[in-house]
């Protein structure tokens, strides 16, 4: 549906002059991007809604997107099996939130929280970026997808750790389900950054 709506799109673009065929490519391939986010944060609003958890479900959007675009990993071969597994992702990231949430013992949280950073970190550390055939990345881009895989991760880790602080369980909750999701689909991928290839060779 995205493809032939995309292709859609440019064909009217030609049309009209806008875009020439050596664009069409280019253009095709933005358009698919675009209404892929636009729909996977539809799904992110509708199960927010239907748990109840729409703050939840925007932290959780945010930082495995934000995380994603940099670390790579599992990616679906096409759009319908990317949405699915999108969206059972987020519904599973929201129910696990709310389970640990509902810890009485903040310590407990704090502690699963640290593991659930250590092991992320561990990943993104000596995997990141892991490669992706869709879109291919030269070897100054690989160096900068680590750098900001790096620094971003950092960022939610001190998020985290800062809402722990302020006695925050849910938000904190939340970061713990998204961290281990994002482990969970970088490990489904092999690959990884050249200096981890060149270890298991």
């Known amino acids: 549906m995205i493809e032939r709506l995309s292709h859609g799109l440019v064909e009217f673009l030609m049309r009209e002059t806008v875009v020439s065929r050596e664009e069409a490519d280019i253009y ?6 675009t209404l892929a986010n636009f729909i996977n944060g539809m799904i992110v609003v509708l199960v927010g809604m239907a748990f109840h958890a729409v703050a939840e ?3 959780f959007y945010c930082c495995f997107v934000s995380l994603r675009f940099y670390c790579g990993g599992y990616h679906a071969d096409s759009y319908r099996k990317c949405f699915l597994l999108f969206t059972l992702t987020c519904m599973g990231c929201i129910g ?3 389970w640990i949430e509902a810890w009485e013992i903040g310590i407990i949280r ?3 929280f640290l593991g659930a950073a250590v092991w992320l970190g561990v990943s993104i550390f000596r995997k990141a970026p892991i490669a992706d055939a869709n879109r291919q ?3 100054e881009e690989k160096v ?4 900001r895989s ?3 991760y950092l960022f939610w880790t001190g998020a985290g750790m800062i809402l722990w602080g302020m006695g925050q369980a849910r938000m904190q909750s939340c970061l713990i389900s998204t961290f281990i999701a994002i482990a969970i689909l970088m490990i489904q991928k092999k690959g990884g950054s050249e200096r981890d290839e060149t270890k298991r060779t």
């Open 137 to 139: 990345a030269s070897e």
């Open 28 to 33: 095709d391939y933005g358009f698919q991007i």
């Open 57 to 59: 479900a925007a932290i």
């Open 110 to 112: 704090a502690g699963v």
């Open 144 to 147: 900068l997808y680590r750098k």
């Open 150 to 152: 790096i620094q971003i």
């Open 96 to 98: 696990l939130t709310k």
